[in-house]
């Protein structure tokens, strides 16, 4: 298999982690009472978002 | 206040943030750079005509490839290898625009790198597009960073082990277009542009390759050309004149490391007949110790932190108020490569080439660079290209 | 009184220059030999300067005492000034470049050839401790010194000249050192 090949699955493999960590924010974005604690969530998510819409 | 119309303001805000950026952000990757290439154009190739490394990529660029009527040398100019650095595509985009050869041949790639191109250094807030007026109108490119993007070539592997040479260098270097020279076939994205760009230059005999670039002020190589051995004559020859005859800040010259690999002015002269130069020209914006990072200190070069450090003797290029103008930077590599080919004209007399058309340090410093890049709206349009 | 002094002030000064000139210039005869101490690429523009005056200058950038036997040579340039790029490049470094000079120039000495101390390349090879290092070691055992404006433009070469009583050849840059060959 060549490196490409290699890479790009890797490449996918991310992508896949980005999903969970951004799925585990929205979680913790919906069980947190804290408001402080919700807009930390809300903020760390946009890169997430944004790696994941393939923009940044 | 509940929690929920709290966490719904904040989701809206969030969501606001990341729509204006991700806008942004695909405004800058999807913009496209209008190119009118010369009268003289002979035909524009795609890099994937001469290896299939490229084909498919966002790096796969435009070959802007000018024949003279008399047979000579044949010289390429590579732009934008970095894109944080723009006079490197603006002064290949000179001759894109005017060249009009004699004799001999010029075959020009704006944008080595388009990837890296695609998106700005993360964290340094550099500005999206640098504009430069013209008698026509404001034309407008995109500034990048010194790497492709992520979102091309990632992972990124631990250690970068540069082939063929086995040297390692530093994990990002991979993306790296100078870093990835001579490259590989089946390499991550700038080790196949790299091959590509290889094999043109192998399959289109070419005799000279210029690399453009800038350096900020801190670094000790600065304004000045690099050169493979093959060179040296040549380089000796026309540091001297330009620093005699034209320039105001001296150009000086430096031989290339032989054990230093993946480099434009090493691996282009040691894996074909080509002599490689690389030119570096002083750009403050580079600089770490600068003040704000905007477009205008990207055009004016005019910092006041980076003459602090200067007045520390902490640079390795005079610096005053009057900056670096973008103008006064794309010059220098304009000259010096219309230099270096006069210079060869009289060493290798069977190389000639003779470029007409080109301003020259006077006429872009007095008159700017909007003089010398043609409107698209009004260019015949086989002769309009997109980089 | 004060006339007569005029007058012999100026007879003086247009009687003094020629001779103070030419105890400055003294005149270079080839055949010359170029090398640089630290691989910068001074030697190869002293080459190429002096090609463009129609003067042949022999280079090597790493000659040695032993290559001087039985060539027919006048005088040695030696330009300073280092380049970590071009001593890379030579596999060598400055302490060893140092070593290699002053062995070369102590036998350019004895065998009477006229050894011209250069610095070619402006203030760009005068800023860190290898440069001076290599200016330092070359230019004590110089006959004379060959330096452009811009390397000059602190001082440091006319007040090395003066002190050391050493003639100095100073030109506007690279390109004028040619001329002063032929
Ligand atoms: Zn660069």
Redesign the pocket.
Known sequence: MDMLTINSVVMILYYFITTFFLLAMVRNFIVTRDVQEALLYAVVMIPFVLRLLRLK | MNIRTAKLIILLFAGSCAAIAGSLFKEHMEYKEAVVASPFLSEVRKLSDYSDAVKGSVNDANVYIFNGPTPGGTVVLLGG??PE?PV?NLSAQIFTENVHPVQGRVIVINRINTSASMATRMGEAYPRFYHISTPWGVKKWRYGD?LATPLHSWPDPEVYVHYPSGQNLAYMDVRNA?RTWPGRHDGLLCERTNYALMELIRKEKADIVMDF???ELEYAVENTIVVHEKGQSVAAMASMMLTSQTFDVPIGMEFSPKALHGLSHREVGDHSDAVSYLVEVAEPMLDRIRGITDEELLMSGKDRFVMKAGEYKLLYSPIDESGWPVEKRTARHVATLMTILQVNNMLAPEKTIILEGIPDYREITENGLGAFFQNPDEAPQERVFYD | MKKKMMYLLLLLSIVSFPFSSLADTPKLEGPYLVTTCGQSPGAVMVRMSALQAGVQAEHNNTLSASDLSGKDVKTLIVTTGTSMKGMGAAGTNVDKEIARCSELIAAAKSAGIVVVGAHVEGMARRTDSSDEASIEAVMKDADVLLVIDDSDSDGFFTEYARKHEKPLIKIKDALAIGPVLK
Do not use: L, V
């Open positions: 290898t970095h650095e490197a010194r100078n670039h800038e350096a």
